[in-house]
């Protein structure tokens, strides 16, 4: 049999305890996907890498409380708390979807303490793009 040739990257040659905690992030993107079921906070620094997430589905929340505002402002409130130890003073919060969960989203980013630079709607429209289902027949 041959030898295996060992990797420079591999998992048992690779870095001891976590990274997580001795990066300092002093400023990042706060993504808030809301959809009518669930609301999803996506913490990135400036390049985009995720620094931290929470949804209302991880915060215990099940079935149709996963769409509600309370449920947002917890997701977004775990997501946030994890960050703000990392020292993240200023934000950027980009804000997706229709659900009920946007506006309680934002207003616990903004009691967190930490300075939004703006807050920017990336919604999806479509101009006219593809064609809507049929209507329904109750």
Partial sequence: MAK???RSGSRRTGRIGSRK?????PKGVIHV????NNTI???TDVRGRVISWSSAGTCG???????TPFAAQT???NAIRTVADQG?????VMIKGPGLGRDAALRAIRRSGILLNFVRDV????HNGCRPPKKRRV
Avoid at 88 to 92: H, L, S, T, V
Wanted: glycine share 8%; net charge positive; hydrophobic share 40%.
């Fill in 33 to 36: 996907q809301a959809s009518f």
């Fill in 41 to 43: 906070v996506t913490v």
């Fill in 88 to 92: 993240m003073q200023r934000a950027e």
């Fill in 75 to 77: 997701a977004a409130g």
């Fill in 21 to 25: 905690s001795a990066r300092r992030i």
């Fill in 4 to 6: 295996s040739i060992p």
């Fill in 61 to 67: 929340f099940r079935g149709t409380r996963r769409g």
């Fill in 123 to 126: 919604t999806p429209m479509p």
